[in-house]
Nanobody
Framework: QVQLVESGGSLVQPGGSLRLSCAAS????????MSWYRQAPGKERESIAG????????SYADSVKGRFAMSRDNAKNTVYLQMNSLKADDTAVYYC?????????WGQGTQVTVSS
């Protein structure tokens, strides 16, 4: 059974840091481009970070560039999102996605709340 399970979300103060993980099972991520999305209350889901299947290329939305860093460990079948200098606007449910051609798999999401 294919699964993506995000973890690491929590309540954090503005300026703080979190590291999200997305662990895959039922398939190997090495052949997949991986992405992080987020959805804030009342807003559409947005793509915020992506990494190529070999890990050599990353891309970020302007809203997180310079603060967030995505990485992958194919040996652990896991991708990560290091989030620094968090702001209230970063409050959202964070999802990871695996894509290869027309195949896409999504995780169930993890809540990140940035508040004092």
């Amino acid at each position: 059974q294919v699964q993506l399970v995000e973890s690491g979300g929590s309540l954090v103060q503005p300026g703080g840091s979190l590291r999200l993980s997305c662990a895959a099972s039922g398939f190997t991520i090495s052949g997949y481009a991986m992405s992080w999305y987020r959805q804030a209350p009342g807003k559409e889901r947005e793509s915020i970070a992506g990494i190529s299947s070999h890990g050599g290329t990353t891309s970020y939305a302007d809203s997180v560039k310079g603060r967030f860093a995505m990485s992958r460990d194919n040996a652990k079948n896991t991708v990560y999102l290091q989030m620094n200098s968090l702001k209230a606007d970063d409050t959202a449910v964070y999802y990871c996605k695996a894509r290869s051609g027309t195949i896409e798999w999504w995780g169930q999401g993890t809540q990140v709340t940035v508040s004092s």
